[in-house]
């Protein structure tokens, strides 16, 4: 089973990403609406993937994605946005990020950014 923590506060989005990343029914998504509590439910469970908007209210993406790499500096992740701009997406990264995708992207290409994460992740495991 993979998890994945994903952390939008567009509810909507969020159930639309959760709903797609799940079809693969070896796949199950935690959906939080603020970076408080994505770092509160990293804390909590163990997951192979961390989806992180980066204007989330309470603690943002980047920040809630730099506490998350002190806990598991291995952990990927991917951060996303479609309001932040070059030096906050250049952030994203420099905290950790491999990719920072610009809303809309194609859900697709997501999904095949985590599928091969993963998949790296285990052949070296």
Same mark, same amino acid.
């Given at each position: 089973?993979?998890?994945? /923590?994903?952390?939008?506060?567009?509810?909507?989005?969020?159930? +639309?990403?959760?709903?797609?990343?799940?079809?693969?029914?070896?796949?199950?998504?935690? /959906?939080?609406?603020?970076?408080?509590?994505?770092?509160?439910?990293? +804390?909590?469970?163990?997951?192979?993937?961390?989806?992180?908007? +980066?204007?989330?209210?309470?603690?943002?993406?980047?920040?809630?994605?730099?506490? +998350?790499?002190?806990?598991?500096?291995?952990?990927?992740?991917?951060?996303?946005?479609?309001?932040?701009?070059?030096?906050?997406?250049?952030?994203?990264?420099?905290?950790?990020?491999?990719?920072?995708?610009?809303?809309?992207?194609?859900?697709?290409?997501?999904?095949?950014?985590?599928?091969?994460?993963?998949?790296?992740?285990?052949?070296?495991?």
């Amino acid at each position: 089973m993979v998890t994945i /923590l994903l952390a939008e506060d567009d509810k909507n989005f969020g159930i +639309i990403l959760k709903k797609e990343l799940e079809e693969d029914k070896c796949t199950t998504v935690d /959906l939080v609406s603020d970076g408080v509590e994505a770092v509160e439910r990293f +804390i909590e469970n163990t997951y192979d993937f961390v989806l992180l908007d +980066i204007k989330l209210p309470k603690l943002d993406g980047t920040n809630a994605l730099k506490v +998350i790499k002190k806990l598991n500096p291995d952990i990927p992740a991917i951060t996303f946005s479609g309001h932040a701009g070059n030096v906050e997406m250049a952030e994203s990264i420099e905290a950790g990020a491999i990719k920072c995708l610009t809303k809309p992207f194609e859900i697709a290409v997501l999904k095949e950014e985590v599928k091969r994460y993963i998949m790296l992740r285990r052949r070296c495991q």
